[in-house]
């Protein structure tokens, strides 16, 4: 079975502030996929991030980067300089070859509000 | 990019009867699409997975008498529900498998009175 926590529930930082969500998981395969979408009010789920499990590098894109420790099972975001743009919704999520069933996995969700 | 069509974007509809939802992959072949439905301030929770041409695999707890579930065409997946109560009242959004990653319909909300 395959697992994400988002221990995270809710989070305010003021505008230009710098914020991280975290992301733990759990899986018994040695190959997968980790995800970050964004849901805004509006519901659509917008996606961020994909990373496969060999890939360890960190990530940054403009305000965004992502650390990826395998040793902790952890895949956290950042987002620097944060926009009032950026409140929402943000799901991290695991894939694994579970039995050629590739599920996504979603976390509960961290609902992150800029306040201006 | 690929894109996945979800219809309608919302209903409202009176309680014992059935809404179909449809989900069509617009750029690209969907061999498997997934269906979640998300309760206010919940997070996705995966009802279904689909298949073109087979039957529907439902997750634990999910009344597949309920939630119909129908991938007749490489892109195409329908979800209907069936007598639908008020406690059906939620965000169901599909998403296609494409690749490596996943593409998802906007969502569609339902409100059963």
């Known amino acids: 079975a395959q697992k994400v926590t988002q221990a995270q529930t809710e989070i305010s930082v003021v505008e230009k502030e710098d914020v991280t969500l975290d992301c733990v998981y759990e899986t018994r395969d040695t190959t997968y996929y980790l995800f970050w979408y964004k849901q805004p009010p509006s519901g659509e789920l917008v996606f961020l991030i994909r990373?496969?499990?060999?890939?360890?590098q960190n990530e940054i894109s403009g305000r965004y980067s992502w650390n990826f420790q395998k040793s902790t099972s952890s895949f956290n975001f950042t987002i620097t300089a944060s926009q009032v743009v950026d409140s929402a919704v943000y799901f991290c999520a695991l894939s694994a070859l579970n039995f050629g069933n590739e599920k996504l996995t979603f976390g509960t969700g961290t609902r992150l509000t800029i306040i201006p | 990019g690929a894109v996945v069509s979800q219809h309608p974007s919302w209903v409202i509809c009176k309680s014992g009867t059935s809404v179909k939802i449809e989900c069509r992959s617009l750029d690209f072949q969907a061999t498997t699409m997934f269906w979640y439905r998300q309760f206010p301030k919940q997070s996705l929770m995966l009802m279904a997975t689909s298949n073109e041409g087979s039957k529907a695999t439902y997750e634990q707890g999910v009344e597949k008498d309920k939630f119909l579930i129908n991938h007749a065409s490489l892109t195409l997946s329908t979800l209907t529900v069936t007598s639908a109560h008020p406690e059906d009242s939620s965000f169901y959004i599909c998403?296609?498998?494409?690749?490596?990653?996943?593409?998802f319909g906007s969502g569609t909300r339902l409100t059963v009175v």
């Open positions: 998403s296609a498998k494409r690749g490596l990653g996943y593409t």
């Open positions: 990373r496969n499990s060999f890939d360890e």
